[in-house]
Structure formats: structure tokens, C-alpha cells
């Protein structure tokens, strides 16, 4: 209570002072009063002179301030890493006509800041009104998080991006992105491959010009944004897409598991075309997981089976040992290490090698190879690549399989295609060397001329041998199980294979794998075509055998493509050019 | 009404009145106001009340305190005074009552109800303390017989006892950096300065070993280590709102800013209305400063002149507290943005302030200096 007594005192004090103050400089009575007064205004003015600089320079130093925030980059606030990595450019991947294969497409990915969500309940609500498919409970516990960047969905479509923007929730934002497009869908699926979320080629061509280097371009940043110089293929998109609608077809219309097929061109090596179903959409790999990924023309190895026989007899008459004139004795099976060796369609007679090759005889194919030896079979095999992995640009090549140990039971089974397990790819392009003359050239899915290919090519055997074994497809197109192959005015040649497959173990009489390797025009080979089926339940004409599926689709597939692969067709009597007037 | 022939009560006061001053006052009112729109909808939303509650509760004592502010500057000098040292024994009172029966809020005492509406008794204390500071600086400069400079020290004391007591350590340094600058216009011996800036520094330490929590605020400051959230949300609030702002309503992260409607209603300013704005606010303020301590340097009167620079002085440096705070100049400390920032309490109080400024600013043409004006008026001298 004192103070508030003081206060009074003060109070009563003022009363006088103020009206002293008031009056009193006029009347000039107290003069040492002036002079205090005087000294202690000048002293309070220098006084207040300081104040105001000194508040001078704390607003300089907020302007200041200011002022560098003003320069600072908005984008450094937040920690989300460049957007270049997500721009980044791909090539295109163009067929050999210069028609689209994978493109790049920008769309927008969808983040969020979790420190600067008011609600995440709210924003997980809200969200899903656009975005049904989203999982609630792992977006809010994203917004939940202590990051200060997360993704909530990648690679949005438009509309989608502007329905999130009319929502107005604070604290998502949106990064334009480049998506990989593959406007033919699974058509070349396997050949083009696809990318991961992050753009990296992960299969096919795709993953090819990673490996190239593209890789570690983006990785430097050199690829964002950047218009990169197309690549282009050695596919024809038109007979790519004929070739998997007949096999997508056949693996339907003959029940089977799989199927697939390739065109190759002879001369060149080049892949035109190849497919295998089932298969997937390279724009979402994830459906129609797993099975659909295998390829199985370069990544799956079978026994090829009679097809095989092909590389046999190319190999006795290659050898020397063996003449188209020569016969061998299939009247009875051979017996070997408690293993008989029959003939399917059993003549039970002697038979000359065109015969062997056209009722497929397994104990004449035997014989040769018996013929000609182990060393020998092994070496040839080895020479066409058939027991090498395929060198190419598909990353995904399966090596093939063979006995660790030839022995002369080995020998006999590969003759026809048993114990030695075979890409189709490879043996397509084995083939391609028995009938262009004898040059082996590896395969190649990106464009070649003849002469790089003549410089790549190894001589695997004689012109006479390859000239022996165009004669001997074609007998067996036209007299042997390759009839259903036949396309009028195309000459087809080739040798179907329907091999038991190896089910837990043994051999399963009742699945098959069948293929039908041709070449047409068989005259002068320019293509050819390998088909397989795995596991057919019926056929054309009701039987399971390679001729009555596997020799099917190539009919298919050279009657639709021949004419798109610039082959002539010869209409005359004698397999020559006819001249027609209309 | 306003005639200059028959001056009545409101012609004298339209004719004397600093326009500048009052247009700069109403001019901060109505960023404040407007700003409320961007800065409180989240806070209420956070509370749960009605997205407006607290622009209607701005909205709401804008009136009384213009009110307040406009009636005050009707007083004489001598009215003035008077109010002062009644205002001061009434805050004063009721701040040693908020000890024992105040709302604690946030681990302090600064808050008494009466009649249904909460007050902040500190807040009414500081313009108050003020006057009569300058009053008891002014009799000791006239007449050096009485103890003003003694009393005033004594007054300080009682009221820096009583903001501890609370505790509020920033209206302490803030009552104390006015009181300081004050002694010091009014011819502070260089001794003591040093003495008294001895004694601020032991205090400061003293802060720092006793009470934690400001130990924390500093460590963090000086470390920026720890806890920072609020400090670092208004930086990136004001970077992100770039020199131009993002534009009304479009703040993302006025969102997430504790406080976004009282301390750091700066932030959201920049955010959502530019650095450019900001810096039109803090020239605002530096303009008040720099012309009420003009009008100081040019003031006969040694309690006019004493007045009106500790009152400017308050509103300056409790504007520069809070904008540094903003800025990451100074630790985090809880301080309004004069006449700014929500809070009906302050803003009233704040209005006492700029009351007493502008009752003070009056012109008075028997004392005035012109010949003498560091900064020269803008405004038209009335005739005499």
C-alpha cells in the first residue's frame, strides 16, 4: 500500500509541477531553471539523434533480411531431389518402316509434403474420390510420416491430376514425368521389352540400349528432357503383328500352353518378326505377370525333336560320309543300352536319306549320325551354335543344354533331336545356315545389310550340302509332313518336330512340343520360319503332331507375310514365274 | 463542426490532431484486420470453432479500440498523465492479483477475468508505465532536487518483479528496452549505462542458468538444433511466398504455423502477400518510429518529448521483437505484432498507446520548434 500512497504523492506533486511548467518559463523568475532545462534538451536531443540511427540500422537489417529471402529459391525449402532424373529422355524405338514401338510420354506423378498436411485423414478422404483404387491406410500413414517428401502415385492421366487439383488439399503437389508408351501393346512385347517406374529399361530392346550406355548417360544427367536420335529395328511391325495374331490363334485353337514363332531373314540374320504367348502389355508388365514375361523363342530351351533331324543329315551329307543316293537299312529298331530306338511312322524297310528325312525315321537319323561319329556330331552341332548360347541383342538368351558326357546313346538321341535342349531362335538361325549357302549369321533385332552380315558370317557347311538340303525341305513340304505348310505359289520347304516332352522326368507320350522349321521361297530361301506349339490337345485335321499345328501356322504366317516381305510368288507348273494377263 | 473560427472540442481536436500518425494507426488496423482473413481460419479450424470466429472476434474489438484510440487523443498532455498513473495503479493492482487468481495459461499467469472478458493486465501496464516514467524523468530534468530518475527506477523494478513473477520474460525485455532507452534520452550518465548494461547482460545470464525454457529458446536459436518448427515453418512460409505472394488464401503453409493469427501473422503475410508487402509493413512501423522520435528530437516539452519516444519506442520495438522473431533474428519469443496480430486484449492496450502518442502529438504551436526539425512534418502546418 505504500506505493499506491507514493503514487498519490507523485500525483499531488504533478499538479504543481505541470501548472508551475505551464506558467513559469514566461515570467522568467528562475533562470538556473531555464539553463537546466536547456542543457538537459540539448543532451536529450543528441540522445535521440543515436535512437533513431540505431533504429535505422535494425530496419536496414531487416530489409536485409528480408531481402534475402526474397533471393532464396523457393525450391530449396523442400528436400525433393531434381526433377531431371525424372524427365529424363528415352529414345524412341521405331520399326525397320519407321512405325512407333515405345515413345515417351509426359504425364504428372502425384507427391506429397507430409510436413505440410493439415489433415491426413481429410487428404486420404478426399484423395480417394479420385483415386479409388488407393490404399488408405498406406497413404495416411505417408502422410503421416516425419519425411518431408513422399510419392502417392505415379504417372497420372490428366484428368486425373485436375480432379486432385480442384480438391484444393494443402500439401500435395504434382512432378511432370516422362512414361514410357507402347502403342502396339503386347504385339512386340517380348522384342521391345519394357521399363521400370523410374524409366530403365528392365527386358527386351529396352533394357539393350540401357546396357549401351544410355544408362550412364541419364545417370550424369545428360538425357533430360533431351530429344534423343530414334532407334530403329530390324522388326517389321506389320508381319510382327500378323505373326502373333496366328500363333496367339493356334496356341487357342489348338488348346496348347504356349506358342511362338520368328522370321528371319536368311541373308541378313535380321528378326522381321518374332512373338511368343502368352505374353503381356509392356505398358503394365505387372498384369499377366510372370508366365506372360517368359519369352520363350530366346529364353526357353527345348528338345526340339524331329526338327533336329534336319542338322543330322545336313551334317552326314556334309561330312562326306552320307550322299542323297545313300539308303540305310530302318527295317529294325536298335537296340542300345536298354533303350529301343523305333521309327514313328514305321516303313520297316530300307530307306534312301530323302526317304529318312520325309517319314522323319528316327533309326536312319541314328544310323548317320553313327556314321559320322561322335566327335564329329558333337563338333558339327557346336559349328551350327547349337550348343553355345546365341550371341544377339536380347538380354534375355537362355544358353542351351547338352550331355556333360557324349556317349554314343547321347549321340543317337540328339540325332533326332532328344538330350540336346535348343532356343528356337537358335535353331532358326542353325537353319538359315543350312539353306543360304551355308553361312551361319547371328541373329540381330536392329537393321543389317547383307554385306555386314557376309562379314559377321562363319562358313558352317558346303554350298553342295546347303544346296542338298534345300532340295531335301522342300521334298518333305511337298511329299512329307510338311504338306499343311504349303502356300500355292510361295514354295515352302521344311521339317516339322513333335517331340515328347520331359514331364517329372520321363518322357510323356501324350504332351508334345512341336515346331515346323521352314524356308521359303525354297528355291532361293529368303526367310525363315520357325514355329512351335507346346503342348497342343488337337490340330488341323484332328491329330497332335507338328504337321497338323506347328506346319499350319507357318502357312499362316508366309501366305499373310510373303507378299508384305516382298517375296514374288511363282504360280507356274514347274514352281516358276507365270506370266498372267488379265 | 469543424470550423477553424469557433473551435469547439472536435474542431480543436480535427485542426491539432497529427493526421499522419492517425491514418498510419487506422492504416496498421486495417492490415491487421485483413490479414486476419489469411492467418486465423486455421487456427479456429484447429480449435474447432467456426472458420470466421476469430476474424468476427478482430472485427469485434475494432471498434472499441478505435474507439479507445480516438478518445484518448482527445486528452491534454496533463489528461494524459493523469490517465497514465491511474492506468498504471489499475494494471499494476490487477497484475498482482492475476498472481493469485489469474488463468493459467501455458505454464503462465498473464491472464484475470473480469465481467466475462479475459485481460491481460501487462498489456495496459506497459503504456502507462511508460507516461509516468517520462513524467518522472521530465520533474527530475526541471527540478534535479526531486528523485524522478530514482522513483522511476524504483517503478521498474516493481513492474519487472511483477512480469517475472508471471513469468513473461518477453514483456520484461521489452518494458526494459523502452524504460532503457528512455533513461538514456533522458541524459543517463555514461556510468550507469554501462552499469545498467552490466546489469541487463547478468540478467540475461541470469535467465538463461535459472529458468530452462528460455535456456531452450536460446540454445535453439543459436544452435538451431532442437525443437525449431515454428521458426522454421515461417521461413519457409516467407520464402515460399516469394517477393509477390502466393495471393490471398493460397498459403500452404500458414497452415501448419502455431500462432499463425498472433506471433507470426508476419509470416503468413509474406506467404500469402509477398516479401514486397512485408517490407511495406515494416516501412510502416519504421515511419511511426522515426516520426514520433522526430517529433521527440523537435519537442520543447521534456515530458512530451519523454512521452512520446518511449511510447513510440514500445510499438517499434515490440513490432521489431516480433519481426525478428519472423525473420530468425532472435529466438523464438511470444510477442504480438502491434495493432496486427488478433488479440482484443493487446489490441485495445495497443490503441491506449497510440492514444497517448497522438493526445501528445497534438499541435500545440506555443511549443513547438520548427526552426529545430530533424524531420521535416509532411503535413501542412495549421495556420496560426
Known sequence: ??????????????????????????????????????????????????????????????????????????????????????????????????EILATDIRTVSLYAEPHKIVDADEAVERLATVLPDLNAREIYNKLKSSSRFQWLRRQLTPKQQS????????????????????????????????????NRGIAGMERYIDNQGLADLAAIGMTSDAKLEPVRLSIDLRVQNIVRDVIAAGMKNYE?????????????????????????????????????????????????????????????????KVTLNDSFDASAPIRIGGFTIKDFHGKRRVLTVPEIFQYSSNIGTAKIADLVGIPGHREFL????????????????????????????????????????????????????????????????????????????????????????????????????????LVPGFNVGGKTGTADKVVNGRYAHDQNFNAFLAAFPIDDPQYIVLTFIDAPKTGEGGGRTAGSNAAPMVRDIISRTAPLLGVEPKFGEDGSALLVSY | MVSRAERGPVADWFWTIDRLFLATFILLMGVGFMLSFAASPPVAERLGLDS?????????????????????????????????????????????????????????????????????????????????????????????????????????????????????????????????????????????????????????????????????????????????????????????????????????????????????????????????????????????????????FRERNDFNRFAVAGLVLQIGIQSLINIGVNLELLPAKGMTLPLISYGGSSMVAICVTAGFILALTRHRPEKRAVERSLFRSGVGVPAE
Not at chain 1, 430 to 438: E, F, K, P, Y
Request: glycine letters at 10%; a positive charge.
Open chain 1, 163 to 198: 480432379e486432385i487439383l480442384a480438391l484444393g488439399i494443402p500439401g500435395i503437389g504434382f512432378r511432370p514425368e516422362k512414361r514410357r508408351f507402347y502403342p502396339g501393346g503386347p504385339t512386340a512385347a517380348h522384342i521391345v521389352g519394357h521399363v521400370n517406374i523410374d
Open chain 2, 52 to 296: 470466421f470466429h476469430f476474424v468476427k472476434r478482430h472485427a469485434l474489438f475494432l471498434l472499441p479500440s478505435l474507439s479507445v484510440m480516438i478518445g484518448i487523443s482527445f486528452l491534454s498532455p496533463r489528461q494524459v498523465r493523469r490517465a497514465a498513473i491511474i492506468l498504471l495503479g489499475a494494471s499494476l493492482g490487477m497484475m498482482v492479483l492475476v498472481l493469485f487468481i489469474g488463468q493459467e495459461v501455458k505454464g503462465s499467469m498473464r491472464w484475470i477475468s473480469i465481467a466475462g472478458i479475459s485481460i491481460q493486465p501487462s498489456e495496459f501496464m506497459k503504456p502507462a508505465f511508460v507516461v509516468v516514467c517520462a513524467w518522472l524523468f521530465a520533474e527530475h530534468a526541471k527540478q534535479p532536487e526531486i528523485p524522478g530518475n530514482l522513483l522511476s527506477i524504483l517503478l521498474f523494478g516493481i513492474v519487472g518483479a511483477l512480469l517475472i513473477a508471471q513469468p513473461d520474460l518477453g514483456q520484461t525485455v521489452l518494458t526494459a528496452t523502452v524504460w532503457g532507452g528512455m533513461f538514456f534520452m533522458a541524459g543517463m550518465p555514461w556510468l550507469w549505462i554501462i552499469v545498467l548494461a552490466a546489469l541487463a547482460i547478468g540478467g540475461f545470464f541470469a535467465a538463461y542458468t535459472v529458468l530452462p525454457h528460455v535456456a531452450g529458446r536460446i540454445d535453439r536459436f543459436l544452435t538451431g538444433e532442437g525443437d525449431t518448427f515454428q521458426v522454421d515453418t515461417a521461413r519457409e512460409a516467407i520464402i515460399r511466398g516469394d517477393w509477390l505472394g502466393r495471393g490471398p488464401g493460397e498459403g500452404v503453409v500458414k497452415r501448419i504455423i502455431p500462432d499463425s493469427h498472433t506471433d507470426f501473422v508476419f509470416s503468413v503475410a509474406a506467404e500469402e502477400f509477398g516479401i514486397l508487402f512485408c517490407m511495406v509493413i515494416v516501412m510502416i512501423f519504421a515511419f511511426l518510429v522515426m516520426r514520433g522520435l522526430s517529433h521527440a
Open chain 1, 256 to 320: 496348347a500352353i504356349a506358342a511362338g514363332a520368328v522370321v528371319l531373314n536368311v541373308h541378313t540374320g535380321e528378326v522381321l518378326a518374332m512373338a511368343s504367348v502368352p505374353d503381356y502389355d509392356p505398358n503394365n508388365p505387372a498384369e499377366g505377370a510372370e508366365e506372360g514375361w517368359m519369352n520363350r523363342m530366346s529364353n526357353g530351351t527345348f528338345e526340339m525333336g524331329s526338327t533336329f533331324k534336319t542338322f543330322t543329315i545336313a551334317m552326314g551329307l556334309d561330312s562326306g
Open chain 1, 382 to 485: 557346336t559349328r551350327l551354335g547349337l550348343l553355345t548360347k546365341l550371341p544377339t541383342e536380347l538380354p534375355e538368351v537362355k544358353a542351351p543344354t547338352q550331355p556333360r558326357e557324349w556317349k554314343k546313346i547321347n549321340s543317337i538321341t540328339i540325332s533326332f533331336g532328344h538330350g540336346v535342349s535348343t532356343t528356337p531362335l537358335q535353331t532358326a538361325v542353325a537353319g538359315a545356315a543350312l539353306v543360304n549357302g551355308g553361312k551361319l549369321i547371328p541373329p540381330t533385332f536392329l537393321p543389317r545389310t547383307e554385306e555386314e552380315a557376309n562379314n559377321l558370317a562363319s562358313v558352317v557347311v558346303k554350298k553342295s550340302t546347303s544346296d542338298s538340303m534345300r532340295y531335301l525341305l522342300r521334298w518333305n513340304g511337298i511329299a512329307g509332313s510338311g504338306k499343311r505348310a
Open chain 1, 1 to 98: 500500500m505504500s506505493f499506491l500512497s507514493r503514487i498519490m504523492l507523485l500525483k499531488s506533486k504533478a499538479h504543481f509541477s505541470a501548472g508551475g511548467n505551464n506558467r513559469a518559463p514566461e515570467t522568467g523568475l528562475n533562470v538556473t531553471f531555464q539553463g537546466t532545462r536547456k542543457k538537459s534538451a540539448s543532451q536529450a536531443k543528441s540522445r535521440l539523434a543515436i535512437l533513431i540511427a540505431s533504429f535505422g540500422i535494425v530496419y536496414v537489417v531487416i530489409g536485409g533480411r528480408l531481402v534475402q529471402y526474397g533471393m532464396a529459391n523457393p525450391e530449396t525449402v523442400s528436400s525433393i531431389g531434381r526433377a531431371d532424373s525424372l524427365m529424363a529422355s528415352r529414345p524412341d524405338l521405331l520399326d525397320r518402316n519407321g
